[in-house]
């Protein structure tokens, strides 16, 4: 149910996701932890909370499908006002609840990221546009086709300091996702040189970005996808 999916095939090669509930949502696992806890101190009635635990976190996994088409159709109509393609997009919860969607649209060399909440009065949804770049090597690792398939094209390629770095778009936001990795390093004489395994770049997140979060998912449209609150921005130029 969440963006990064299973193998339900396997060993037959590809990955299926649903992506209406973010990886960790505690609307989802309290309760069903509240059940396991109930049924280990109770003898006679454990069965029976372990069961109406599983029926509401299942209504609130159907609850998610359900915000989620609702965003999509939303998306939908932006993406054609906006004239960007619908070939790929991604419609994924943002941390902990159902209410807020982080939307990601690849076309080309460049991707889309927006935000839209439930609780929006507006339809409207800001598209930041970014540069998703390319892979600059003929060579290509196993590695980075077994990324490319598990993240389904969604990724980002960029050189930092002599690191070509890979970055996946599908978690995390602005400058700040959450999974990004060293694949080769550039050496004087001989150009780039692959790494024999990739290692993870470290990425930079702050607690403000929930608080930040809390506000975009009442509805309020001044924050956009780079995290940005624009009344604070003002309070800031006023105390300049």
Same mark, same amino acid.
Request: hydrophobic share 40%; proline share 5%; charged share 20%.
């Given at each position: ?67 989620? #088409? ?157 995290? #940005? ?12």
């Amino acid at each position: 149910m969440t963006t990064y999916g299973t193998q339900l095939l396997w060993p037959i090669p590809g990955y299926f996701e649903v992506g209406n509930i973010f990886i960790i949502d505690p609307l989802y696992t309290l309760p069903l932890l509240f059940g396991i806890g109930v049924a280990l101190l109770s003898r006679h009635r454990g069965g029976q909370w372990c069961k109406s635990v599983v029926a509401i976190s299942s209504l609130y996994l159907v609850w998610g499908y359900a915000a989620q #088409q609702v965003i999509a159709d939303r998306v939908e109509k932006n993406l054609t006002a906006q004239n960007i393609s619908n070939e790929q997009v991604l419609i994924t919860p943002s941390p902990f609840n159902t209410l807020l969607w982080r939307v990601v649209v690849v076309e080309g060399d460049q991707y889309f990221e927006g935000l839209a909440s439930l609780l929006d009065s507006e339809s409207q949804i800001d598209f930041i546009q970014r540069s998703r770049g390319e892979w600059p090597l003929e060579e290509k690792p196993k590695t980075l086709e077994g990324l490319e398939a598990f993240s389904h094209g969604f990724l980002g390629y960029r050189q930092d300091q002599g690191r070509l770095i890979v970055s996946d778009l599908r978690l995390g936001m602005a400058d700040s996702l959450a999974f990004e990795f060293v694949f080769a390093k550039e050496t004087p004489n001989a150009g780039w040189e692959l790494l024999e395994a990739p290692s993870r770049y470290p990425s930079e997140r702050s607690l403000d970005q929930i608080s930040v979060l809390w506000e975009r998912m009442l509805g309020n449209q001044e924050i956009d996808a780079n995290l #940005q609150y624009v009344a604070l921005n003002k309070v800031s130029d006023k105390q300049d």
